[in-house]
Every structure is written in C-alpha cells, then in structure tokens.
C-alpha cells in the first residue's frame, strides 16, 4: 500500500477533479462561453469570469513540462527518489498539473516525455499520477 497522500478539502468545485478518476476521468473546468480551461478548478472563467463553466472530461496524455527529483524524505513512507513534474495537457492550453510521474526510472524522465494519467485512489479521492507513454 502506498503511503497516504495529502488529502485535499473538496468543496462544490474542485470534488469533480479529485473524484473523476473513480470513473477513469481527469475532469477539467470548462468554460461553455468562451471554451477555454481553468484549473485549479474555480466558480468562474479565469479568462472571460463567466460563471457557466462546469467540468470536463479531457483526454489525459500531455508532456513533461518540467520536473525535479525529490531526494527528501517529506511524507513518512513515500520511498525517495522520486520524480515531481509539472504536466502540459494535450488539448488543454494553457493548463499544466503538478504531479508525479510514477511507472519508470527517475533517470528515465526526461523533459518532452509523452505521459498519460493514471490514478492512485486513497480514501475516496483519486490522484492524478502520470506513467511515461512508450
């Protein structure tokens, strides 16, 4: 069993994030007025401040934007060295998750990697790790 990660407070805009994986889906806010992403998850447009944004399944592949390999023990069990990245979602302009890239070799990571998500579930909530996509 993995260690427990930090649990997120859910509320009415972001559970739909943290929960979508229970069905296979990285839900995204989208904005129907002007089509455009927001993330964190918000009540409103980050680009238009509509309120008609509601979430959206996205495919879930992206790239590695950038990341860092962890050699501190902060979360008491999760084994070091491991990999934080920051995640440039396909189809998804302008949103980037920070995230861990789980599945491979730290030295293996390299920035450009193609990546899809993957969920580890803990308590009802699904994080979105990413594995390398061969």
Known sequence: MNPPRPRPKLDAFNTPFWTGGAEGKLNIVHCADCGQYTHPPLPLCRHCQSENVAPEAVAGTGAIDTYTINHQA?????????????????????????????????????????????????????YPLFEKVA
């Not at 980037?96 to 789980?102: A, Q």
């Not at 390299?110 to 998500?117: E, K, L, M, Q």
């Open 74 to 126: 902060w979360v008491p069990g999760l084994e070091v060295p491991y990999v934080i990245a920051r995640v440039r979602l396909d189809g998804v302009p302008g949103v980037y998750l920070t995230t861990n890239i789980v599945g491979s070799p730290i030295e293996d990571v390299a920035f450009d990697d193609p990546v899809r998500v993957v969920f580890e579930e803990q308590s009802g909530i699904f």
